[in-house]
C-alpha cells in the first residue's frame, strides 16, 4: 500500500536563511538527580584489579619453564644425562633401560620435589635424582603472566657403550 505524500511527514534539513533566527542552546541538559548515594560504595578505586593465581603445582602452563638457553624438554634431558655417572654396580650388572624422574620448578626457578616415579634399581635411580638436583637454575614457567611452579617428568635412558 503506498502512502500519499501528505500522511509521510518529512523532516527536511533547514537552510541557512532559516538558521539565521535561531539562537544556540548555551544551558546543559542536566541528568538524573535522583540518583541513589554511592558514597559508602568507596574503596581503592585506583588500584589495579589484581588476578589471582591459584599457589598451586601446574603440569603444563602458558609459559613453561626452560632453562637458560632454551631448548625445551629436550634440553632438560640432555642437561640430566650430562650430569648421569653411571654407577659402578649397574655397569657391573649390564644394567639398561629408562628412568621416569619427576621434579617441580618453583617460581623462583629451583628444582624441588625430585622422586623416580619408574626407576631401575642399582644405583640408578639415586644417580638420576642426584643429576636433576644438579640443574642450573630455571627460568620459570608462567601462568597469566606470573611465576608459578610447574611439574616435570622426564624419561632418562641409560644405555651401556
Known amino acids: ?23 544556540v542552546a548555551t544551558v546543559t541538559v542536566q541528568g538524573n538527580t535522583n ?24 603440569t603444563y602452563v602458558e609459559q613453561m619453564p626452560q632453562l637458560p638457553g632454551g631448548g625445551g624438554n629436550g634440553a632438560i634431558v640432555a ?19 629408562r628412568i621416569f624422574v619427576s621434579f617441580t620448578v618453583n617460581a623462583e626457578g629451583l628444582v624441588s620435589d ?13 644417580e638420576t635424582v642426584r643429576a636433576v638436583k644438579t640443574l642450573p637454575k630455571f627460568i ?3 601462568q597469566n603472566g606470573r611465576a608459578v611452579s ?4 622426564v624419561p632418562i635412558t641409560f644405555k651401556i657403550q
Not at 500500500?1 to 539562537?23: F, Y
Not at 540518583?35 to 589471582?52: C, F, H, I, R, S
Not at 625430585?114 to 639415586?126: A, I, P, Q, R
Not at 610447574?150 to 617428568?153: E, K, L, M, P, R
Open 1 to 23: 500500500m503506498v502512502k500519499k505524500d501528505e500522511e509521510v511527514k518529512k523532516e527536511e534539513v533547514p537552510d541557512q536563511e532559516e538558521l539565521k533566527e535561531k539562537t
Open 35 to 58: 540518583a541513589p548515594d554511592l558514597t559508602e560504595l568507596a574503596g581503592t578505586g585506583d588500584k589495579v584489579v589484581e588476578e589471582v593465581v591459584e599457589n598451586k603445582v601446574y
Open 79 to 97: 642437561a640430566i644425562q650430562k650430569a648421569v655417572k653411571y654407577p659402578p654396580l649397574a655397569l657391573r650388572n649390564q644394567v639398561e633401560g
Open 114 to 126: 625430585v622422586k623416580v616415579v619408574k626407576g631401575l634399581g642399582s644405583g640408578l635411580d639415586e
Open 140 to 142: 620459570p614457567g608462567k
Open 150 to 153: 610447574v611439574s616435570f617428568t
